[in-house]
């Protein structure tokens, strides 16, 4: 079975530092990767992905994440927090079942930056 | 292009009404989902399609419906609301199931059952 697990149910961190959002996954197979930001009262909006190549995958917004095969995770990072960055944050595992690609999503980390 | 829509916004049924809600996207996208969110649970997928005329269960699909008569459209239907389905409801798109499908997610719909 696919999960992904996102350990911290809120991030706190001042403007300015840099912040992470811990992501980790248990897939069969190559994992296909999925970072989306969920703004109050909006749906979610993609920010970046992971299929193949390069481990550190850079995203919308100035995020960028690192996929790390031997521990299986996929943190989203950004060098320095602004106050807009806000907002509920998901990861996201593509997984094959009978020909279609079936998205699983983890349970949301809530990242509220400080002034 | 307005991506993906959802009507309608904000719906309040008492227990037993039935409904259906509209998803529709103008991208051309092969896929399309519905999901339910509630608190502390994340992003669960109730049903979804990969194509016109096809449609498949998700991880709780019980008490859902679901139809694509047309590749833009996708309708969720609720045959007897119960309380345990007030939640937000969100409907996305992507182009093909293949390694390059980000999903475009809808405004969302907020159902509250009495």
């Known amino acids: 079975a696919q999960s992904v697990a996102q350990p911290e149910d809120q991030v706190n961190v001042a403007e300015g530092n840099p912040l992470t959002v811990k992501c980790t996954y248990s897939v069969s197979g190559n994992p296909y990767l999925f970072w989306y930001v969920q703004y109050p009262n909006r749906g979610l909006q993609f920010l970046l992905k992971y299929i193949t190549g390069d481990n550190l995958v850079k995203g919308s917004y100035g995020f960028e994440a690192e996929f790390n095969k031997s521990q299986t995770s996929f943190h989203l990072k950004k060098p320095s927090a602004l106050v807009s960055d806000s907002a509920l944050y998901f990861c996201?595992?593509?997984?094959?079942?009978?020909?279609?690609?079936?998205?699983?999503f983890g349970r949301g980390t809530s990242l509220i930056v400080h002034p | 292009n307005a991506g993906v829509t959802q009507t309608p916004k904000f719906r309040v049924l008492k227990t037993g009404q039935s409904m259906t809600l509209l998803c529709a996207q103008d991208?051309?996208?092969?896929?399309m989902y519905w999901y339910r969110q509630d608190p502390g649970m994340g992003l669960r997928l109730i049903h979804y399609?990969?194509?016109?005329?096809?449609?498949a269960k998700g991880e709780v699909p019980d008490g859902y419906n679901v139809s694509r008569l047309k590749k833009q459209n996708f309708l969720l239907g609720l045959e007897s609301a119960a309380p345990s389905q007030t939640s937000v409801y969100f409907c996305a798109s992507s182009f093909s199931g293949t390694f390059f499908n980000e999903q475009f997610f809808g405004p969302g719909t907020r159902l509250t059952v009495l």
């Open positions: 399609s990969v194509g016109e005329g096809t449609t």
């Open positions: 991208m051309n996208h092969e896929y």
């Open positions: 996201a595992v593509i997984h094959a079942s009978g020909g279609s690609y079936i998205p699983t």
